[in-house]
């Protein structure tokens, strides 16, 4: 026993040893520094990025949201199978909707910086021919916008969002993105305070910025007048 507990202390002093020369080796002025003066580049450029403008751009044009801020958040659901069809309807993960969408939007954002937070995309502009394979797995118009007849999203008018702060975090809105269920209803005030701060902070500043909400959905939004626009099949290029 005694023999075991002599083992003991050697083998913790030993480790103690290496610990402290690990310690010297980090701290040591010659091993260290030369690597960080050697991993930093002669000049640093700074790249800027040239946003696109509105010029010349007709109101109605779909255009391509990133082109014009680099300010948003994205999580496409329906380019991934993370979504309630439990299926991938989009080739790649692109938010396209018209110019006047993108004009609310970047007024919208602009405003919810100064509370800390920013915008983040679920879904953008749908191409009818992705509602119409929307409606092929789920041929349920409460859950789906049957094709013929066109949703929002169709007439580059709708936007699925959340609001992250800007460091990317999601705030707490009560449910997932497409849950379909009382719980994501605006009416139901029967939730936590921080759950309908949030809802509120989103649903006022939207408002504000000429979009109008549904009662079901709190991530759904649809610019005011978007509803008198033609259904449009439009596809992104993914290459
Ligand atoms: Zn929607």
């Not at 930093?40 to 801020?69: C, M, Y």
């Not at 408002?207 to 709190?218: A, I, N, P, Q």
Request: net charge positive; aromatic share 12%; with cysteine.
């Amino acid at each position: 026993m005694k023999k075991l507990i002599v083992v003991g202390i050697v083998i913790l002093f030993f480790n103690a040893c290496k610990n402290n020369s690990k310690q010297e080796k980090v701290n040591d002025p010659n091993s260290q520094e030369i690597d960080v003066k050697e991993a930093q580049p002669n000049e640093i450029k700074e790249v800027k990025k040239v946003f696109r403008t509105f010029e010349n751009l007709a109101d109605t044009t779909f255009v391509r949201l990133a082109d014009f801020s680099d300010g948003f958040a994205f999580d496409m659901r329906y380019a991934t199978d993370n979504n309630f069809l439990k299926e991938k309807v989009y080739d790649c993960a692109e938010c396209y909707t018209r110019v006047k969408t993108v004009k609310a939007l970047l007024k919208a954002n602009a405003a919810f910086k100064k509370s800390g937070v920013k915008i983040k995309f679920y879904d953008c502009y749908r191409p009818n021919s992705v509602q119409y394979k929307m409606w092929a797995i789920v041929p349920n118009p409460q859950y789906v916008a049957n094709p013929k007849k066109g949703s929002i999203h169709n007439k580059g008018g709708a936007v699925d969002i959340t609001l992250v702060t800007l460091d990317g975090e999601e705030l707490d809105m009560g449910t997932d993105f497409d849950y379909f269920g009382k719980r994501a209803y605006l009416d139901n005030f029967d939730l936590p305070k921080e759950i309908l701060d949030n809802r509120k902070l989103l649903k006022e500043t939207m408002e504000k910025h000429g979009f109008w909400s549904t009662r079901t959905e709190w991530w759904h939004y649809n610019l005011q007048g978007s509803h008198k626009d033609k259904i449009a099949n439009f596809k992104w290029n993914c290459n």
